[in-house]
């Protein structure tokens, strides 16, 4: 909980660079200060720090299960439970095109790999106008499985990715 305000700051941040990319994710609400409360209490919420142990960035990686994929228009991978999520990543505006974003999620991708041995898929899901994060999804060898409609917002679209382990 001591970070926080870091981690508010920098996923605000984040909204605010959807927003001058023209991409309606993260307006409004969203994250929700009770959510980034519930991902550092679960112990789901990360920090990315750069080589001077700056912070730079926070992720989250939540349990199964994510009753926003009940609603999946499409196939996974994997038919499992055993799946975590990665939620609200962000990289601070100050520290962006630094590579940060594909340090963090292939850090996060790893330690799931090799210290997760309960978890069969990763899951990802990002704005269907969201193309930066759509390319280091795919770059991180992601596959996409389907979309989801209406289940964050009305009317919007997101699509949905999957990496087996």
């Known amino acids: ?24 994710q993260w307006q409004g609400d969203y994250p929700s200060l009770n959510q980034v409360k519930e991902d550092i209490e679960h112990g789901w919420a990360y920090l990315a720090l750069s080589a001077d142990e700056e912070t730079v960035g926070a992720i989250a990686i939540v349990d199964a299960p994510d009753p926003a994929y009940d609603q999946l228009n499409g196939e996974w991978l994997s038919n499992t ?24 999620l292939s850090s996060v ?33 992601f596959t996409k499985v389907g979309t989801l409609h209406g289940v964050y917002r009305p ?7 999957e990496l087996a382990k």
């Open 1 to 24: 909980m001591a970070d926080f305000d870091q981690v508010i700051t920098i996923l605000k941040d984040g909204a605010n660079q959807l927003a001058e990319r023209g991409v309606d």
């Open 81 to 104: 439970d055993q799946y975590v999520v990665i939620h609200r990543v962000a990289i601070h505006s100050q520290h962006a095109g630094k590579g940060y974003a594909t340090q963090l």
């Open 109 to 141: 991708i790893d330690n799931i790999k090799t210290k997760r041995a309960d978890v069969e898929s990763i899951r990802i899901d990002t704005h269907e106008d969201n193309h930066a994060m759509q390319h280091l999804i795919a770059k991180m060898g």
């Open 155 to 161: 009317k919007e679209i997101s699509y949905v990715y």
